[in-house]
């Protein structure tokens, strides 16, 4: 079975704080994807970014940066400076070779609000 | 840009009426799914199809049906609302990649739908 757990329920951080979204994944899958999705107050969920199981190196896009740790079944995300635009409920999600990569798993999502 | 459209932002039914969701991808995509999502439950996928005619159950199917007559269109019906069935309603919308890939999910606006 699969499984993503995000233990963060609701973050509140001050503006250009950094912050750490954290996600936690189980699958028995030795082919996988990971993902993070954006939902902002519009309620249209935005891909943020993928990666696979054999590739475990950091990503940095702006602000934004993944820590893929297979060690730890974890995949971080982390804001640098943190804005007001950043608050949004924020999902990670699975993809496994069981469901031929078609289906996701998502975790229970991190509301992230972010004050002036 | 993919555009994932839904026939409404919000609805208001009463229960043990009919209700229609409408999805439409303007993409190609074969594949559409449609969620669920409820606070503290994250986003669970009620039914999913990977072609024309071709429907495969979710993680929670029941009550719900639907109807894939062309590619482009995915519907989701409810043949008698219930309360318990009050909830956010996201559409999403992926191409059909080969093994190994793990595509991501396009998502629309998403419906809520409350059922007095």
């Known amino acids: 079975a699969q499984k993503v757990t995000q233990a963060q329920t609701e973050i509140s951080v001050v503006e250009k704080e950094d912050v750490t979204l954290d996600c936690v994944y189980e699958t028995r899958d030795t082919t996988y994807y990971l993902f993070w999705y954006k939902q902002p107050p519009s309620g249209e969920l935005v891909f943020l970014i993928r990666?696979?199981?054999?590739?475990?190196q950091n990503e940095i896009s702006g602000r934004y940066s993944w820590n893929f740790q297979k060690s730890t079944s974890s995949f971080n995300f982390t804001i640098t400076a943190s804005q007001v635009v950043d608050s949004a409920v924020y999902f990670c999600?699975?993809?496994?070779?069981?469901?031929?990569?078609?289906?996701?798993?998502f975790g229970t999502g991190t509301r992230l609000l972010v004050s002036p | 840009d993919v555009k994932v459209t839904q026939s409404s932002r919000y609805l208001v039914k009463r229960t043990g009426e009919k209700v229609f969701l409408e999805c439409v991808q303007d993409m190609d995509h074969e594949n559409m799914f449609w969620y669920r999502q409820d606070p503290g439950l994250g986003l669970r996928l009620i039914y999913f199809?990977?072609?024309?005619?071709?429907?495969e159950k979710g993680d929670i199917p029941e009550g719900y049906s639907v109807s894939r007559e062309k590619k482009e269109r995915f519907s989701l019906i409810l043949e008698s609302a219930s309360t318990n069935q009050t909830s956010m309603y996201l559409c999403?919308?992926?191409?059909?990649?080969?093994?190994?890939?793990?595509?991501?999910?396009?998502f629309g606006p998403g419906t809520r739908l409350t059922v007095l």
């Open positions: 199809s990977y072609d024309v005619k071709m429907k």
């Open positions: 999403a919308s992926s191409p059909q990649m080969g093994q190994g890939a793990g595509n991501e999910q396009f």
């Open positions: 990666r696979n199981s054999f590739d475990e």
């Open positions: 999600a699975l993809s496994g070779m069981n469901t031929g990569f078609q289906k996701l798993v």
